[in-house]
Each structure stands twice: as structure tokens, then as C-alpha cells.
């Protein structure tokens, strides 16, 4: 498209006689990706979320509802980054066992990533040409295509299908507990990439390990104020069948009272090793498989081994 042409849509589009947008409708949300991630190769689509690649590059387009995600939130809208739904299909593309994707956010104030469309100005468009469509309408109001820099790095994972499937399935995201645990690995992926937010990365697997020990126990009708250390050790005994040695790596490591978890948080903890807390690469690694396998048998009922790969 020549300049002069988007030019001359542009101005037809502010001329036209759109609805006004309505707080209470529907919206579709279309989101791009940093380059420096590692995607799945093959689309995952479902009726209220979509995952796809298209010309090399990731897209995930969601439909959300304005006023759920605004009392899903609970007064946080200006530090909201991700819808619930967003947060439902990252996750399910995450927590598999043998498929290691990770997700770069690239959000800003100005949302200049993202692109939010009411859902009655598309009402005339198909369902299945409604992605390629804000694409198009993205070129135009932008001055060019999403994420045009940089080139993407994909993984198998066609193969995944089901175990995706079972888990997007069973996520219910009207669960608070889950959408934030699962956020928090999401956001710690994307940091990782970045060795300056290194020791953020490793706070949020923490965060989410304790997130996933609650719902572990509420699931299980226990009380989740806290961490029931004789209900944790025989419920990872029981999954791990390792002898506690799982445990004693998560609980002993991370939350006894000044290791690791307390040098990243506090500060005066931190300086008994130095200014710089002792976390190391293996740290994030090892801890995130642990998550994502907890989360994954939270979820679905089903458990893989954080240590066996496919």
C-alpha cells in the first residue's frame, strides 16, 4: 500500500459512522512478540483464543470482555498487562513437559504491541478472517506490520496438540490464584532473556513455586493462608516418589528463613553473601521445571517428571 492510499483509508475510517465504544461488549486483542523468544512452530486455535504464526511471525489474539477483566483485576487496570485469556493460552503453551517456548512481552504505557478493536466494529467480518483482518487494519493505522524487526526462533510442537489441548481445557480463568501464578511465570520467562532482570526472573519462579503450593492445597480442601510444610512434603513425596529429596530442594533452598528466596527479597539477607545474592543460571532452570510441572498436574490432573524430558 503507497502512502497516499493509507492515507486516504485512514481519513475514511476517522469519517466513518462507527459505533461508540461500549464498556460493556466484547473486544478482540491482537498481540505481538519480542524476537529474542523461542515460539511454538504450530498455530493452536480455539473459539475465544488463537495462537498463530503467520509470515514468520507469532501472533495471539484473544476475545475479552471488558467489564470481567476489569473486576478479574480488582483495581490493578493501570498495571495490567495481560487478559485472562492471554494469560490461559501462554500458559497451556508453557507448561507441557518437552516443549520449552517462552514468551518476550514488549508492553509499554502506549500499548504499542498491542491492538484492541471493539468487537461490533467487526461484526462483519468472518471469524475466520477476523486475525489477518486487524492485521491489516494494524499496517494501516501504524504505518507498517506487527513486529517487522527481527527474525523468530521456533520449536516443534505440533506434536503437543493434546497435552495442550487438556490443559487450555481445564484452566479455568475465573480462578484468581491460578491466573497469578501462572502470570508469574509467564513474566519471569520473558526477563530471563535479559540478564539485567536475571534476579527478577528467579523471584518470580519463586513467588509462583509458593502461588502453586497454595493452590496444591486449597485443591485438596487444606487451608492456603500459608505453606503447610507436613502437607507439602507428603504431597511431593507422593508425586515425586523421590524420598523428599524434591522437597528438601524447593523448601530447604527457597524458603527456610535466609536462603535463597530471602536474599532476593531482603536486602540485609542479601548482604551476608555480598551485595549481589548467590543465585546461578540452574537456579531459574531447575525451579521453573518444578513449576511448570505442578502447575501442569494443578490443572489437569495429570503429572510429568521436571527432570525426564521427552
Known amino acids: 500500500m503507497t502512502l497516499k492510499q493509507r492515507d486516504t483509508v485512514s481519513e475514511a475510517i476517522k469519517n466513518s459512522p462507527l459505533p461508540l465504544y461500549r464498556y460493556n461488549t466484547n473486544s478482540y486483542r491482537l498481540r505481538t512478540f519480542g524476537a529474542d523468544g523461542q515460539y511454538p512452530s504450530a498455530n493452536f486455535e480455539r473459539a475465544d483464543a488463537k495462537y498463530k504464526v503467520i509470515n514468520g511471525v507469532p501472533f495471539l489474539f484473544t476475545k475479552n ?21 492471554e494469560v490461559k493460552m501462554l500458559s497451556s503453551l508453557m507448561c507441557v513437559n518437552g516443549l520449552i517456548s517462552t514468551f518476550s512481552l514488549r508492553d509499554n504505557m502506549s500499548n504499542s504491541n498491542v491492538l484492541n478493536i471493539p468487537e461490533e466494529y467487526l461484526s462483519d467480518v468472518k471469524d475466520g478472517e477476523i486475525v489477518e483482518f486487524m492485521i491489516e487494519y494494524w499496517c494501516i493505522v501504524r504505518g507498517g506490520p506487527p513486529s517487522s524487526k527481527g527474525v523468530f526462533n521456533f520449536t516443534p510442537s505440533d506434536w503437543a496438540e493434546r497435552e495442550i489441548s487438556l490443559f487450555y481445557r481445564n484452566f479455568k480463568v475465573s480462578d ?18 535479559n540478564r539485567n532482570y536475571f534476579e527478577d526472573a528467579i523471584s518470580s519462579i519463586f513467588v509462583g513455586l509458593e502461588g502453586v503450593m497454595m493452590i496444591m492445597q486449597r485443591d485438596d ?14 504431597k511431593f513425596e507422593s508425586l515425586f516418589n523421590d524420598n523428599g529429596q524434591t522437597y528438601d530442594f524447593v523448601m530447604e533452598e527457597v524458603f527456610a528463613y535466609g536462603e535463597k528466596r530471602a536474599a532476593l527479597v531482603h536486602p540485609q539477607a542479601g548482604t551476608d553473601w555480598g551485595w549481589v545474592p548467590p543465585v546461578v543460571g540452574e537456579d531459574y532452570y531447575d525451579y521453573r521445571q518444578i513449576l511448570r510441572s505442578l502447575l501442569y498436574n494443578s490443572v489437569t490432573g495429570s503429572f510429568y517428571d521436571p527432570y525426564k524430558y521427552r
Open 176 to 193: 484468581l490464584l491460578l491466573l497469578r501464578t501462572c502470570y508469574l511465570l509467564i513474566k519471569a520467562s520473558s526477563m530471563v532473556e
Open 65 to 85: 470482555n471488558y467489564q470481567a477483566e476489569e473486576r478479574s483485576i480488582g483495581g490493578g487496570v493501570e498495571n495490567t498487562v495481560l487478559s485472562r485469556r
Open 221 to 234: 480442601g487444606e487451608p492456603y493462608g500459608g505453606i503447610r510444610r507436613a502437607y507439602q512434603k507428603a
